[in-house]
């Protein structure tokens, strides 16, 4: 397995830091990330590549991990001292699956493509922070989502700071990731905007329409996001590597219980109050 078979080095050479082309993309990154929390990449990864984790997930539909519960945007449990239409008391529908990062094996191009210290630098470049780190947690370090025709993501904020997104697989109609920059920033919930959102106002929701094969860069624990019900007769599949600021967090048990599935012994001994104070 080689990297240059998975990124489309030709177009974007990003194993060379000094090639101009790769600054200027650099430089445009982290322009819109700054500004939307947000960037992507048009045919990053090449067709082939796509091709084979869409190839790979296919024979590891069995290990899918289906769930529908509802969730708040924060995969908190419900906290009935607060009132009633507080944030974190907003509970909407959510069906999707996860195939845990655990359950990879070592032919598997995402997974290489993940522990590639090319892409993890280029990445802390666009984001303007270094060091990041691989996240920790074993099921959501690089996992696949995957959405059924019907099935829909309602509002929340990642765990991780940084999250890629790979569209495997693109549904006919739906399946739109709609975002809100930045709504929420480190020791600042901002409660009250992120209800009006819940409760259907769009001033502030942005949308974002991903090809497969394109890399899709954000900010997902400063801007909520959520993904609108699958149209049509086909799934949607999405790879999402995750990079994090803190090399030893992972999820709380109830976001990993709820989304994973499961939560391990490391999900309650790293269960601690996060640094910037935000809830996940
Ligand atoms: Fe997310």
Redesign the pocket.
């Known amino acids: 397995m080689k990297i240059e078979n998975i990124i489309d080095f030709a177009k974007y050479p990003i194993n060379e830091v000094n090639n101009s082309k790769t600054k200027e993309l650099i430089q445009k990154c982290r322009q819109e990330l700054d500004q939307f929390s947000c960037c992507t990449i048009p045919n990053f990864i090449l067709m082939r590549s796509i091709n084979s984790m869409l190839n790979d997930l296919k024979t590891k539909l069995n290990g899918v991990y289906w769930s529908q519960e509802s969730i708040n945007p924060y995969f908190s449990k419900d906290e009935p001292e607060l009132p009633i239409d507080h944030p974190k008391r907003i509970f909407t529908k959510r069906n999707n699956g996860y195939l845990n990062s655990d359950l990879f094996t070592d032919d598997s191009e995402l997974k290489f493509l993940y522990e590639q210290q090319e892409l993890l630098n280029f990445i802390s470049k666009c984001v303007g922070i270094s060091p990041i780190y691989r996240w920790a947690d074993p099921l959501a370090r690089h996992a696949y989502?995957m959405m059924k025709p019907g099935h829909q993501?309602p509002w929340?904020?990642?765990s991780c700071e940084f999250?890629l997104s790979i569209l495997i697989q693109k549904p006919e109609k739906g399946g739109v990731f709609e975002y809100c920059p930045n709504i929420r920033q480190p020791k600042n919930e901002n409660f009250e905007e992120v209800k009006k959102v819940l409760k259907g106002d769009r001033t502030r929701v942005r949308q974002l329409q991903l090809e497969p094969g394109d890399l899709q860069i954000?900010k997902?624990r400063f801007s909520m996001?959520?993904v609108t019900k699958i149209e049509g007769k086909t799934s949607r599949y999405l790879a999402?590597p995750t990079y994090v600021l803190d090399p030893k967090r992972v999820n709380t048990p109830e976001h990993a219980r709820v989304v994973y599935g499961r939560a391990l012994p490391i999900h309650f001994e790293r269960n601690k109050i996060r640094s910037d104070d935000l809830t996940d």
């Open positions: 989502n993501l929340h904020f990642d999250t954000f997902g996001h959520r999402i």
